[in-house]
């Protein structure tokens, strides 16, 4: 799971897929790193930091934005339905990924200090002990 190191939502809620994730299948990596750009072959710095992603291992294969909230949806317990739901309507889940995206600062804003520290602790400590 790529993630922008630099958005508090961004943190916060790859935090959340991190705690709901049981079967330890998610592994953060920073998209700012050099990690995400091996893992992201072929994309612009600007395509990298336009969305999330999830690549598959060891298939390599990328999902970005809408399609990846999809993937990420049903790798979650209990989100195999909502995973469904967001592939069956990809415009929607897209429209809705870039609506939260484009709103991040004004929405990372909301969210406390207390939260986003704690949010940005569980995420370095999955990079760390998956490295």
Do not use: N
């Not at 970005?64 to 990809?90: D, H």
Request: charged share 30%.
């Amino acid at each position: 799971m790529l993630y922008d190191r630099d958005c508090g939502l961004c943190r916060t809620i790859t935090a959340a897929a991190l705690a709901l994730d049981r079967s330890h299948t998610l592994r953060p990596v920073r998209i700012q790193s050099d990690e995400a750009r091996r893992l992201l072959t072929g994309m612009s710095e600007e395509q990298r930091l336009d969305s999330f992603h999830l690549v598959e291992w060891p298939s390599g294969r990328v999902r970005s934005a809408g399609p990846a909230l999809a993937e990420l949806a049903a790798l979650l317990p209990g989100g195999a339905v909502t995973g469904r739901a967001l592939r069956a309507a990809p415009r929607l889940s897209e429209s809705g990924y870039r609506f939260v995206s484009g709103h991040r600062d004004a929405i990372g804003r909301r969210i406390p200090r207390r939260v986003k520290d704690a949010a940005t602790r569980r995420v370095d400590r999955a990079e760390v002990d998956s490295s």
